[in-house]
């Protein structure tokens, strides 16, 4: 069992930065993917970033060089810098941690983040 909580998340003008933050409950060793999803009101959720244990990184078209996906040291926690924000960007945040062996997912109840124009 993985709990995880995330923080940061808060209201921006356009064209600011944020910076989402992750928690686990424990050190995670197994291998896994470590990602950022959001949904936006009236949409389906959707993939923002993601980082292996590797440390290989994959990120959605809209939010490429924009964002920034980073584990800790300790293989606790996970954060996503956000620069140059877009009202598009507006969505509630969640963390996911997916166990590549047993297919397993745990998610964090989710940072609303509100870009205003």
């Known amino acids: 069992q993985v709990q995880l909580v995330e923080s940061g998340g808060g209201l921006v003008q356009a064209g600011g930065s944020l910076r989402l933050s992750c928690a686990a409950s424990r050190s995670i060793f197994s291998r896994n993917v470590m990602g950022w999803y959001r949904q936006a009101p009236g949409k389906q959720r959707e993939l923002v970033a993601a980082?292996?244990?590797?440390?290989?990184?994959n990120y959605a078209d809209s939010v490429k060089g924009r964002f920034t996906i980073s584990r800790g040291n300790a293989k606790i926690t996970v954060y996503l810098q956000m620069n140059s924000l877009k009202p598009e960007d507006t969505a509630l945040y969640y963390c996911?941690?997916?166990?590549?062996?047993?297919?397993?997912?745990?998610w964090g109840k989710g940072t609303l983040v509100t870009v205003s124009s």
């Open positions: 996911n941690v997916h166990f590549t062996g047993a297919s397993m997912d745990y």
């Open positions: 980082i292996t244990s590797d440390g290989n990184t």
